[in-house]
């Protein structure tokens, strides 16, 4: 298995940056796809970004296509989330997840483990 934890979540103006980082021990981490989610007070957990093994295909949600940037350091374990362009609307508690086999990239319940969260809050 595989252990997650997210850091660089905090307090933005809107428009500005933030890069979301997800340190992962255990199993090898290019074992796993990994992917993004986000879930803001009073709402479902909701897909971000996705990255495959090697991390040669990516998808982004609509809503952050064109702002936000995720990659991955194979070598150092590590997932990364760069937001540009942030708005209100980006506020959510920011999750990182992996799982080891395909599956609808944007489906939660295809991820198998997860990190415990971090806040990311974008003032007006």
């Known amino acids: 298995q595989v252990q997650l934890v997210e850091s660089g979540g905090g307090l933005v103006q809107t428009g500005g940056s933030l890069r979301l980082s997800c340190a992962a021990s255990g199993r090898t981490f290019s074992d796993y796809a990994m992917g993004w989610f986000r879930q803001a007070p009073g709402k479902a957990r909701e897909f971000v970004a996705y990255i495959s093994w090697s991390g040669d295909h990516t998808v982004l949600d609509d809503s952050v296509e064109g702002r936000f940037t995720i990659s991955r350091d194979n070598a150092n374990n590590m997932l990364y989330l760069q937001m540009n362009k942030l708005r209100p609307e980006d506020t959510a508690v920011y999750y990182c997840?992996?799982?080891?086999?395909?599956?609808?990239?944007?489906?939660?319940?295809?991820?198998?483990?997860w990190g415990q969260g971090t806040q990311v809050t974008v003032s007006s």
């Open positions: 997840a992996a799982r080891r086999f395909y599956g609808t990239y944007g489906r939660a319940e295809t991820y198998d483990y």
